[in-house]
């Protein structure tokens, strides 16, 4: 059974910075895409940030580009989003999605498994 554990969500103020964690329990990250999404209460569900298996490229959303570093550490498969400069508008609930089909990596739809979240929230 596979599960994904997202860890490291809280309170900050803007300019703050919070490191996101994403822990699989019978999956293997490093044959994977993996990415990171977020949902805004009554706004749809984003992608973030995803990360290729392999080569490990990364992607992101231009809304944190510069901002957000996603990184995967095979030996704990775990993948980890860094994210500094926080401001208020990245208020919400992360999500980290693997298991990916094919296409686009924003597309929720493309990811098998999901995990149950971890709030952040950044106050002005």
């Known amino acids: 059974q596979v599960q994904l554990v997202e860890s490291g969500g809280g309170s900050v103020q803007a300019g703050g910075s919070l490191r996101l964690s994403c822990a699989a329990s019978?999956?293997?990250?490093?044959?994977?895409?993996v990415g990171w999404f977020r949902q805004a209460p009554e706004k749809e569900r984003e992608g973030v940030a995803a990360?290729?298996?392999?080569?490990?490229?990364?992607y992101y959303a231009d809304s944190v580009k510069g901002r957000f570093a996603i990184s995967r550490d095979n030996a704990k498969n775990t993948v980890t989003l860094q994210m500094n400069s926080l401001k208020p508008e990245d208020t919400a609930m992360y999500y980290c999605?693997?298991?990916?089909?094919?296409?686009?990596?924003?597309?929720?739809?493309?990811?098998?498994?999901w995990g149950q979240g971890t709030q952040v929230t950044v106050s002005s």
């Open positions: 999605a693997a298991g990916f089909l094919y296409g686009s990596w924003t597309r929720i739809d493309q990811y098998r498994y």
């Open positions: 019978g999956y293997t990250y490093s044959r994977d895409f």
């Open positions: 990360i290729s298996a392999g080569t490990g490229n990364t």
